[in-house]
């Protein structure tokens, strides 16, 4: 996992860009860069997603903590540009009903309510009866 840190000065807002797997071997990468933010003092922060093409729940877990920590030091965080596959994770696990996520990196640093993702993209719910539900 590499993670850069930015910075977008119209917005005044922190931009980390990953790219890689964030899983149990590389999110302590975020996890670090996160604590160093919260150390001084960043609490506005986009994470741009474009470059993550796998996301285990550790990855997803460090991306939650995350977003609590700024939000309880007043600021954000807001995840960005997520791909297909990532952001179907992020609806199918509900992480989407508690951080916002953003089509690109400017729209987050903009941060504004009508350009938060709202269609689920490929996200297709799954509803099973009892006559189709699988091993039954």
């Given at each position: 996992?590499?993670?850069?840190?930015?910075?977008?000065?119209?917005?005044?807002?922190?931009?980390?860009?990953?790219?890689?797997?964030?899983?149990?071997?590389?999110?302590?990468?975020?996890?670090d860069a996160l604590e160093d933010l919260h150390q001084r003092d960043v609490s506005r922060i986009v994470v741009d997603l474009a470059g993550?093409?796998?996301?285990?729940?550790?990855?997803?877990?460090?991306?939650?903590?995350?977003?609590?920590?700024?939000?309880?030091?007043?600021?954000?965080?807001?995840?960005?540009?997520?791909?297909?596959?990532?952001?179907?994770?992020?609806?199918?696990?509900?992480?989407?009903?508690?951080?916002?996520?953003?089509?690109?990196?400017?729209?987050?640093?903009?941060?504004?309510?009508?350009?938060?993702?709202?269609?689920?993209?490929?996200?297709?719910?799954?509803?099973?009866?009892?006559?189709?539900?699988?091993?039954?």
């Amino acid at each position: 996992m590499d993670v850069r840190i930015g910075h977008d000065r119209t917005s005044d807002t922190t931009i980390l860009s990953l790219h890689g797997q964030l899983d149990i071997d590389t999110a302590t990468a975020l996890v670090d860069a996160l604590e160093d933010l919260h150390q001084r003092d960043v609490s506005r922060i986009v994470v741009d997603l474009a470059g993550v093409h796998f996301c285990d729940s550790t990855g997803l877990s460090a991306l939650v903590v995350g977003y609590h920590r700024a939000t309880r030091a007043g600021g954000y965080l807001r995840l960005a540009a997520p791909t297909p596959f990532l952001l179907r994770v992020l609806t199918v696990v509900g992480i989407r009903e508690t951080v916002p996520v953003y089509r690109s990196v400017a729209a987050g640093c903009r941060g504004g309510a009508d350009e938060i993702v709202t269609d689920s993209g490929t996200v297709e719910p799954e509803v099973w009866t009892t006559e189709d539900r699988p091993g039954e």
